[in-house]
């Protein structure tokens, strides 16, 4: 079975500074990787996502994550948020022959302020 | 707009009640998925479809039953509800099963009470 840990459950940053969010897998098999955010009241939308090829992903709204393959690892990073950054973020893992269901990690809050 | 629709957007009831959740996916969708949030189990998968067949199944109660028809929507069906199925019931659909992006509608949020 695999499992998904988001190390920070909140992040506070200033508007315009830089932010990771930490999150480690595990899985025995092959996993697909993606992360979602989440506004306040709406559904989830995808961020970025890895299936393979380059470890390094860019995503939408100036987010990217880096794969790690060795230490189980993809890290969400911004290089400077802004105030519509604030948001929960979830990591999520897809095992290679489960059908696409994904299997969260408990969210991180993002806390954005001037 | 992510193209799946979920309705009730809200829906309040009473313990031991039955209701019955709706979700249409993206035009060409032929998975969907359902998931629960709640603040005590986080996002949990419950259980997904493919083009009416049931495909994989996670964390869902003998109680909660789903079921997608020939025109792709899908229904979650929550039987004899209790104070701890209040939560934010999302549905999600996909083209295929292997590696897709999901696309999320916004929610059903289920009070019990």
């Known amino acids: 079975a695999q499992s998904v840990t988001q190390l920070d459950s909140q992040v506070p940053v200033f508007e315009e500074a830089p932010v990771e969010l930490r999150c480690n897998y595990s899985s025995s098999v092959s996993v697909y990787l993606f992360w979602y955010v989440q506004y306040p009241n709406q559904g989830l939308q995808l961020l970025l996502k890895y299936l393979s090829g380059s470890t390094l992903v860019k995503g939408i709204n100036g987010f990217e994550a880096e794969f790690n393959k060795s230490q189980t690892s993809f890290h969400l990073r911004k290089p400077s948020v802004h105030i519509s950054d604030t948001a929960e973020y979830f990591c999520?893992?897809?095992?290679?022959?489960?059908?696409?269901?994904?299997?969260f990690g408990a969210g991180t809050q993002v806390v954005v302020t001037p | 707009d992510s193209g799946v629709t979920q309705t009730p957007k809200h829906l309040i009831t009473a313990t031991g009640q039955r209701v019955t959740l709706r979700c249409s996916p993206r035009s060409g969708d032929l998975s969907v998925y359902w998931y629960q949030q709640s603040l005590d189990q986080g996002l949990q998968f419950l259980i997904q479809?493919?083009?009416?067949?049931?495909?994989a199944k996670g964390n869902i109660l003998e109680r909660f039953s789903a079921q997608q028809f020939p025109d792709l929507h899908s229904e979650l069906n929550l039987s004899s509800l209790e104070l701890g199925d209040s939560a934010l019931y999302f549905c999600a659909s996909s083209v295929g099963g292997q590696g897709g992006e999901a696309f999320f509608g916004q929610g059903t949020r289920l009070t019990v009470v």
């Open positions: 479809y493919y083009n009416g067949e049931e495909r």
């Open positions: 999520a893992v897809s095992v290679a022959d489960s059908w696409g269901k994904l299997q």
